[in-house]
């Protein structure tokens, strides 16, 4: 069970983003508030000049990058990651739009949540909004759960639905899973924080 701090101590989070980083931004902003009991330590990218990081440097949180391909296998990197991160000494971890599969090391080492967007088990992969559109989906979502060796396949914490509009098209459907993925990350990153998660049997909670 990665511990929860002490009423008047934040627990410590790093957060890997590849893109954008809204998500990463919902929880800059709610660990504003003290209250939140989140400390974001440091933000990680698998690339330089992506928006995620601009938005660390923004809110004054400490970033690295630590690429794939400056490493001669994927093993390599994990292990370099490992370190980057283990250097914040994080409680736990959180990939909001990370788009490399994480290695055992990190793995092994971390509780690391995931937000996807689809209602997994179904569309899991890197395109899970064009999936779910090319599948003629009514519904979609997004899901917070525990990262596993799989793909997208580990204990679900939280989904929240949101319904395919007939005209939908990628980014207008992937825009409206956001407006509904933010508020759940945030949640779920704060209840574990606060309360703590316990990963066993391939199920995870949070009390
Ligand atoms: C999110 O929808 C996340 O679920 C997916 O990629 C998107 C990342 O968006 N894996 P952002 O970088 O947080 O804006």
Known sequence: ?????????????VVLVSGSGTNLQALIDAAADPAYGVRILAVGGDRAGITGLHRAGAAGIPA????VEDHDSRAEWDAALTGRIGDHAPAFVVSAGFMKLLGPEVLGRWTVLNTHPALLPNFPGAHAVRDALAAGATETGCTVHVVDAGVDTGPVLAQARVAVAPDDTEASLHERIKAVEHPLLVEIVGRAAREGITVSDGKATIP
């Open 1 to 13: 069970m990665t511990a929860p701090a002490g009423p008047h101590e934040p627990t410590g989070i």
């Open 64 to 67: 690295f990058v630590c690429r």
